[in-house]
């Protein structure tokens, strides 16, 4: 899953039901723009990440506000449960938010709740998880190792412990990010 603050894209990493969508949608309530759920396009060429037109689905009943125009979250339902989409972000010149460079990388590991924090992890350990996560088919992997290892040397990486909750890892996400890329502006 990938949000971030501006279009500066933060990947999230972590196995099913780790966590990541949830984190997703906190993040983007509290501000972030929505790039992908799942699926994260990277470039080949600049290790730069491409927002994806797939919608993050949820149950309706959550609520909370976005920072999108009305056109952005649909709502519909699946039998008697509803459910809302929200798009990808755009900026008023391109139907897509334009592709940037991955400002930071955080894995979603599991952790003792009462000791959440953030651990920095090396370049080395970073591209093992890119690669466990990716699903890379091993043909594909001399054409693909290279923006992995791009991207395991531009960005910083940490591994992140499951907090007591969802918004406290949040928090925690939004606070390494002004770490790396200075405070909101």
Known sequence: GVAGPSGHPILLMGRSGAGKSTLILNL???GWHYWTDDLAVISLNDACCCPYPKALKFE??????????????LRFRIGTRPYRYVRPWRIPTIR??????VAAAIVLAQGRRSEAHLSPLSPTALLKELAAHSRINKERL????EPLCRLAEQVPAVRLAMGRSVSENARLIRNFAQTV?????
């Open 28 to 30: 983007v309530q509290s």
């Open 181 to 185: 890329l200075g405070p909101p502006v």
């Open 96 to 101: 897509w938010g334009q592709p940037a460079p």
């Open 142 to 145: 001399p054409l693909e190792f």
């Open 60 to 73: 309706g009943a959550f609520r909370g506000k976005f920072p999108y125009d009305r056109g952005s979250v």
